[in-house]
């Protein structure tokens, strides 16, 4: 449940901060491109996914990554992938708390997709976020 209302959180924070600066703003996506659009795809696009975590009774920490998607039939979407994965990067890093409960820890990983078809660009930037504590209930 906490992850799942992690990455709620910056689904919402990031429909905020892009809606303030960016024309278009990008849907924001949980997962993956919704079955009716894979075959005509909007972009940009941005889609959010849980990855790793790992932790222990004292603490834990989740990976998010964010995937970015842009269309262009010139390097100009090269130019728009980069200028969105940064403009994300920079929202995350200068907030780095959400909902006053989870924090991101401020690492971060960049990278362009070496695929690609001809006109689309695609890049990820993966996050490490902190999860709260899970107190025991029943003791022993």
Same mark, same amino acid.
């Given at each position: ?8 959180? /910056? ?5 905020? +901060?892009?809606?303030?600066?960016? #024309?278009?703003?990008?849907? =924001? $996506? ?35 990554k964010l ?11 090269? /130019? ?5 994965? +940064?403009?994300?990067?920079?929202? #995350?890093l200068r907030?780095? =708390? $959400? ?42």
């Open positions: 449940m906490t992850i799942t209302l992690l990455i709620m959180a /910056i689904k919402k924070f990031l429909e905020k +901060e892009l809606a303030d600066d960016m #024309l278009p703003v990008p849907p =924001v $996506l949980l997962g993956y491109l919704p079955q009716s659009t894979l075959s005509n795809p909007v972009y940009p696009v941005i889609m959010i996914r849980p990855a790793e975590g790992e932790g222990d009774i004292s603490k834990g920490q989740i990976q998010i995937l970015f998607g842009t269309q262009s039939d010139d390097s100009s979407g090269l /130019i728009d992938l980069i200028n969105l994965m +940064e403009r994300v990067r920079i929202l #995350l907030q780095r =708390v $959400l909902e006053q409960k989870y924090a991101m820890d401020g690492s971060w990983k960049c990278k362009l997709n070496d695929e690609h078809p001809s006109s689309e660009w695609g890049g990820e930037l993966t996050t490490t976020w902190a999860l709260p504590q899970i107190r025991q209930e029943v003791q022993m």
